[in-house]
């Protein structure tokens, strides 16, 4: 599943100035095959602040792309409470724990509905929880997930991203159901996944979205969503909201993707943007629903939601609340998409998404990707996505503010412009 | 498989004081069932230094039990690693790292053979990836473990986890050899285990072992795996040595527990104390095992590797280095055991380990649970361990220290006195 990508290819590496090279060099040695770089040209970062990275002679990077440092690079509210609490205690849930509870407790009046805490370190490890739940709730096992989907990287997890492994590459008990990226409407994609599972003779379990639907191309208000969840949950599976991309106010209006739908969720996963870049990720279940996989199973997650990542996930929600980036990610998401239609270039043919989460669909695949790269050169950083790497992704700390946008606006122009 | 264990019993919530009744009941109101704290009266930390934690009234319980923290609770010069990177920046693999790099590369030359480093999160992670790996590199599926193994959560390795999910919760394309708790040689036990893959059909891709065989109850000199290694690679399979619980030292000699036995492992997993707390892991795989699965899979995970992570590795491996931790480990330790062995108490049944992990086997379960209890009571933790939980666990963090030893034989000497 390895295309033509914004993936720096190593067999150029002889164009890149001696240190570089010799760096990339001795990286391929170390790290191996199975890790990429971004770029044509690779960059190395050694300082961030708020929505810019810089390098080693100092120069600012504009970064529209990094969605993990959601308060802003080093952010120091957030570096505060992991120094502090690192230099006090670092250690796990089998002692007791006032601020895991608390902190569990505020999670928890987010959610629409009632539910339970476990904490992971990784999206990927909430995803593969998730499922284990799913499972030992229903009895069944089929999962349905998005046609592009990507969910993680755990043997099960890759199992239901067909982004990663490709359709064939998929568990034998997951569909991928063709939408949103077909003219196939989503609750008649996902009634025939069902029907495709009901015909194997697999029950099932559940049906998991990314709810902004971000590797598909980013469909924050899709069609037939809720339609989708009821006939799943009437075939007896459930609905996990995988809210490790929309999560955590990226939309611009509440703290998760699925609440613009008005559904509550059997299981919510949640990861990345959790505690700014420390591992943190946690699953949220309705108690029912983890009661099956609670009796019959002990779960230790030897870091998960151990006293340092605790510091870090509570910091960074204190970050996103007093300086209302929710609110910052709507007004100034809101100025991006429009100052990007307003530049009225035809090869622009789309501008979708929500908050600080834009698709920007282009003409095509190597015009998005020349577009990436020229980008990078003006000290602009964002990526390609979508299952033909024609949409420019823009995904931002959530702390881009008015100079920020002007900048990109203005960069892009350029590129526009000159390509 | 949640049988009687060191494990607190909700159903006693009554019998705590009133604010730990009160946060012992929010925590399970907020965390859910799967969840379970230590003891039968839980414990609650607010600090750390060296092998001690300290309560809020500030009495100090020696830590005889938590290998994660493997410098020591609260190392200064971890957290200011931490604590200055985390201020800089903290970015993830697909910008160039020259601190990533190195520090892979220096893990590497800790092993015997030709490497490369994937990092990952979390123990479970590197030990997920692993078997993705041995699958691809052989082209089989099958996977043999210890009769008691314990490799991790992911739904994957939950399947090779029988100490987790029971004989029957294994993936069906795993078996349990039975050794090295029973009387069966270990050799003798694997090529059962092969022969029972080939009369199901089933190409074996890896045996993945503890090197110190912790939840079966610690054996760090096992006689036969060489032999059950040769065996496996006969057959076409890969040995994969899974460092989380002796790797980085404890056994008191060389960095990993598989040096015992001068074998070359075709991968190796490393996890908890390898930044001390802070959630780092990682797979080191010869480069032509990891060839196939580089050559068709991207692998990106997301924190695994970021800039804080390896901050926090490299600290903790320049404090094991500066402070000979691994001597420490090793005269320490036996101490330690000398002094368990000297308290010629016929109950103790037997002495096992190296290093800084030693199993003490005890007359039966109640015995061993009572003991662990009334450590606690003495401020002295430690757990229970092995197949019928008759063994002592104590696996301290390696700073362990001589007044630490007296310590523990003294609380030791008074529990086996009125026991």
Chains 1, 2 share one sequence.
Not at 6 to 14: A, G, K, L
Not at 175 to 191: I, L, M, Q, S
């Amino acid at each position: 599943m390895v295309g033509p990508t914004t993936y720096f290819d190593e067999s150029t590496v002889d164009r890149l100035d001696a240190r570089t090279a010799d760096l990339v060099r001795r990286r391929a040695a170390a790290l191996g095959p199975a890790y990429r770089l971004f770029y044509r040209e690779p960059l190395e970062f050694v300082r961030g602040e708020r929505a810019h990275l810089f390098d080693a002679d100092g120069v600012d990077y504009l970064d529209a792309y990094n969605n993990v440092p959601s308060v802003g690079h080093a952010n120091p509210r957030v570096v505060a409470a992991i120094a502090e609490q690192a230099a006090r205690l670092n250690t796990h849930t089998r002692y007791l724990s006032e601020a895991t509870v608390a902190y569990a407790e505020r999670l928890l009046a987010t959610m629409p509905m009632p539910g339970e805490v476990m904490f992971t370190c990784t999206g990927s490890e909430a995803n593969d929880l998730a499922l284990r739940v799913a499972k030992a709730a229903t009895g069944g096992e089929g999962v349905i997930v998005s046609w592009n989907a990507y969910h993680g990287i755990t043997t099960e997890i890759a199992g239901i991203s067909p982004s990663l492994v490709g359709l064939d590459g998929m568990a034998p008990w997951a569909r991928a159901a063709r939408g949103p990226v077909t003219d196939v409407p989503f609750a008649e994609a996902v009634a025939a996944s069902l029907r495709e599972l009901d015909a194997a003779g697999i029950r099932p379990a559940a049906l998991i979205v990314d709810t902004v639907f971000a590797s598909d191309g980013g469909f924050p208000d899709l069609e037939g969503l809720v339609e989708a969840v009821a006939a799943v949950r009437a075939a007896g599976g459930l609905f996990i909201a995988d809210e490790v991309q929309p999560g955590f106010g990226r939309l611009g209006h509440g703290m998760w993707g699925f609440s613009r739908y008005g559904i509550e969720p059997d299981i919510v996963t949640m990861g990345k943007p959790m505690a700014n870049g420390h591992p943190v990720a946690a699953m949220v279940a309705r108690p029912d629903v983890l009661a099956p996989f609670g009796r019959d199973m002990r779960y230790f997650n030897t870091y998960g939601g151990n006293s340092v990542s605790i510091a870090a996930a509570s910091a960074t929600l204190d970050v996103l609340e007093d300086e209302q980036l929710i609110e910052n990610a709507r007004i100034v998401g809101g100025r991006l998409a429009d100052g990007i239609r307003g530049l009225s270039d035809e090869r622009i043919l789309a501008v979708r998404g929500a908050g600080l989460f834009l698709g920007v669909d282009l003409v095509d695949e190597a015009f998005t990707l020349d577009v990436v790269n020229a980008l990078r050169d003006r000290r602009v950083l964002l990526a390609a996505s979508g299952p033909g790497n024609t949409t420019l992704k823009i995904r931002p700390p959530l702390v881009f503010d008015d100079a920020d946008v002007d900048r990109l606006l203005t960069e892009l122009a350029a590129v526009l412009a000159s390509s």
